[in-house]
């Protein structure tokens, strides 16, 4: 009886053993990831690309690398280059599958026509993430095209250098008809002034553009509703533009262009040195230039979900200034709350449309509001022109509260104690 329970007790560890032998081995047998070399693997990019498999990582060593990459649909590789001061691709980088690209220079042709875009990112690269590069010369920097996303996959720019050097400059990052899109912590230069710093064309949706510098653009964000096909429903949505700082803008600097566009904030940043008599640092308008209110396209919905909160504007034409053409679908679509406007020469906020735009809370800082405005809550304070100077009502309350602390501390210290 012993001897058959001990018999048992071992052939159930043998078979436990061998289970596990089997898992192990199978583990250690199953595919994995490779580190593919270049040019100690493969001469170039393409043929790395070429041989890998997905999961791959290329790492691509310090050099010139001058030849059009592309990465095939379903191929999720990550591409990492020895440094943008060692590494330098010249010519256009597509990515067809959600693909990792940091460590590089990218840039596209230095000669006439200018037509490569460095990077393109296509309907099947949605989930792709673009950082720690230096991106230049292209007719476009990014190009996303179609790449639509998820809210657990986000399409990613950041913590990039994007510098445009006037061979095309119509759109440092452009986004087309995309959902899921995040543009972040990168640093935007033109080396020429004028261009376009982020264009959102085609109801592009979705998208964050976060904690950028922006200088020396003449647009900074361009958002267009002008896709066809959407006459009911908003060809925009849940757009973001916050806390970002934009200087020395040689047109207007947030330019919102058609009707059919929804829920768009725009969030804490800081606007100053816009050049122009006429130019706004906000501008809603149904049209282009010079056209402005001569509508895009026919639209049967209006505007609605604006949010212009917590900016600085200083040093412009106007702060915000709505054409009129602009659908408004009820007095609070846009609503101006708590921003500080400094020597706007012209007016805070300018709308000429007869439904209202709703303003609470700002500081004017000696500017003047012209056309329907609902004001509330909004002292007219010095103008002042800085972003460092302490508003009227703010230094009142805190020279109030300081007085009335002193005096109850001298109440306690005046008063018997038992």
């Not at 639209?299 to 200083?314: H, K, Q, T």
Request: hydrophobic content about 40%.
């Amino acid at each position: 009886m012993l001897k058959s329970k001990i018999q048992r007790i071992l052939a159930f560890s043998s078979a436990a053993a061998i289970a596990t032998g089997g898992l192990v081995l199978g583990t250690a047998t199953a595919a994995s990831a490779a580190t593919i070399a270049v040019p100690g693997d493969y001469a170039t990019i393409q043929l790395a690309v070429n041989a890998a498999t997905p999961g791959d990582t290329i790492n691509v060593a310090a050099g010139s690398y001058t030849e059009n990459v592309n990465i095939p649909a379903a191929k999720n590789l990550t591409l990492t280059g020895a440094g943008s001061a060692t590494t330098t691709v010249t010519g256009r980088l597509t990515l067809g599958a959600a693909t990792t690209v940091s460590g590089f220079t990218l840039q596209g042709q230095t000669a006439a026509p200018y037509a490569q875009d460095p990077i393109w990112i296509t309907s099947t690269g949605a989930g792709s993430i673009v950082e720690n590069n230096v991106i230049q010369n292209g007719l476009r920097g990014v190009y996303i095209d179609h790449a639509v996303g998820t809210s657990a996959s986000h399409t990613i720019v950041r913590n990039n250098t994007i510098s445009e050097a006037g061979f095309g400059n119509t759109g440092a990052v452009w986004i087309a008809s995309s959902d899921y899109v995040d543009v972040l912590n990168n640093v935007f230069a033109n080396t020429t002034a004028g261009g376009v710093g982020v264009n959102l064309v085609g109801g592009s949706s979705n998208v964050l553009i976060d904690h950028n510098s922006f200088d020396n653009f003449g647009n900074v964000m361009v958002l267009i509703a002008n896709s066809s096909g959407f006459p009911s429903t908003p060809q925009g949505h849940d757009v973001t533009f916050s806390n970002n700082t934009i200087t020395n803008s040689t047109g207007t600097p947030l330019y919102i262009g058609g009707n059919n566009l929804k829920d768009v904030s725009i969030l804490n940043n800081s606007i100053t040195d816009t050049a122009g008599a006429s130019t706004a640092a906000i501008f809603i308008t149904p049209g282009y230039s010079p056209s402005y209110d001569q509508w895009l396209e026919p639209s049967n919905r209006p505007l609605e979900g604006f949010v212009i909160e917590g900016n600085l504007v200083d040093n412009a034409a106007y702060g915000v200034n709505v054409r009129s053409g602009s659908q408004l679908a009820t007095s609070d679509a846009v609503q101006i709350i708590e921003n500080r406007f400094c020597t706007v020469n012209v007016a805070a906020i300018n709308n000429t449309n007869t439904t209202s735009l709703l303003a609470i809370d700002n500081d004017f800082c000696g500017s003047t509001t012209i056309g329907p405005v609902e004001i509330r809550n909004t002292p007219v304070l010095a103008n002042t022109g800085t972003q460092d100077a302490l508003p009227l009502g703010l230094g009142a309350f805190a020279v109030l509260l300081l007085g009335s602390a002193l005096v109850f501390w001298r109440k306690r210290t005046s008063t018997p104690r038992p």
